[in-house]
């Protein structure tokens, strides 16, 4: 059973810095995209940043590039995003998503593209 858990999440001031996790479980986890998609209330849900198997390859939101990065721990079965300079338009529930099969570079902040979800962690900035 494929399970994702985010943790790391909370309440900070405008300039403050993060660093969620996701602890994958259940499936070859060194195998799969992951991405970090973040939905604030009343907002769709949108990609933040992916970053491919082995961490070859990494892409961000325009809007959070510069701020955040996505990382990975085969070894731990872990992936992390560090945010730095956060603002108050970074405030949401953040969620780990992983895919199985090659999602296509235009397409790496398309939720459908991501089979397994975790349950979400809270981000809070406050100005």
């Known amino acids: 059973q494929v399970q994702l858990v985010e943790s790391g999440g909370g309440s900070v001031q405008a300039g403050g810095s993060l660093r969620l996790s996701c602890s994958a479980s259940?499936?070859?986890?060194?195998?799969?995209?992951m991405s970090w998609f973040r939905q604030a209330p009343g907002k769709e849900r949108e990609g933040v940043a992916f970053i491919y198997p082995g961490g070859t390859y990494t892409y961000y939101a325009d809007s959070v590039k510069g701020r955040f990065t996505v990382s990975r721990d085969d070894a731990k079965n872990t992936l992390y995003l560090q945010m730095y300079s956060l603002k108050p338009e970074d405030t949401g529930m953040y969620y780990c998503?992983?895919?199985?099969?090659?999602?296509?570079?235009?397409?790496?902040?398309?939720?459908?593209?991501?089979?397994?979800w975790g349950q979400g962690t809270q981000v809070t900035v406050s100005s």
């Open positions: 998503a992983a895919a199985a099969t090659r999602v296509p570079s235009a397409r790496w902040s398309d939720p459908a593209q991501y089979t397994y």
């Open positions: 259940g499936y070859n986890y060194a195998t799969y995209r």
